[in-house]
């Protein structure tokens, strides 16, 4: 059996982190990869490196409509909005005054064109990086669980278990039974 990908959205959970989005619905983030290619994720749980780039907790740089998102450092706040637009506010600026330093870049290819590799992260069967797409909202301040039914899998890996253990008792019968025709055609 090939082992499929389960797109289904994972249970949202509410951090209140200011650098936690999770997509709402269908969509994915746009990173860079170790090899410096767009690569897609759904993974929100995002940081600021000590350089300011911004990553998710695997590593990966955060891609914008320019490139890797760079948030100019020092900085009292930070702030991602739902349609990925990141503003900060610099270390002793008014409150109000929050600067637009980039926009994650959602995308929502479709499923089919998908291809997951070793590292997690999936990209597009093309090679081709996606379209931006404004209809991908994202909720700040929360991350998206994984999406496995843990019962589901327990229940369906006793149950390979299960046939594991019968397919190994059928080859000892008919080793047995070998072995037993073999010992009478001896005494024919």
Request: net charge negative; no cysteine; proline share 5%.
């Amino acid at each position: 059996e090939i082992p499929s990908q389960n797109f289904d959205a994972g249970e949202l959970k509410i951090t209140g982190n200011e650098l936690d989005v999770a997509i709402n619905g269908d969509g994915w983030i746009a990173v860079q990869d170790a090899k410096g290619q767009e690569a897609y994720t759904r993974a929100g749980n995002l940081k600021l490196t000590l350089d300011g780039f911004l990553e998710t907790a695997s590593g990966d740089k955060v891609l914008g409509e320019g490139g890797p998102i760079e948030v100019p450092q020092p900085l009292s706040k930070i702030a991602i909005n739902q349609d990925g637009s990141v503003q900060v506010q610099a270390k002793g600026a008014p409150s109000t005054a929050l600067q637009e330093v980039g926009r994650i870049k959602l995308v929502n290819p479709d499923h089919a064109d998908l291809l997951k590799g070793n590292d997690g992260l999936f990209r597009l069967k093309s090679g081709v990086p996606a379209d931006t797409d404004p209809l991908v909202q994202l909720i700040p301040g929360a991350v998206e669980g994984s999406n496995v039914n843990a019962v589901g899998e327990m229940t369906y890996m006793i149950s390979l278990q299960r046939q594991f253990e019968l397919q190994v008792k059928m080859m000892k019968t008919a080793e047995e039974a070998d072995r037993q025709q073999n010992q009478l055609l001896r005494i024919i």
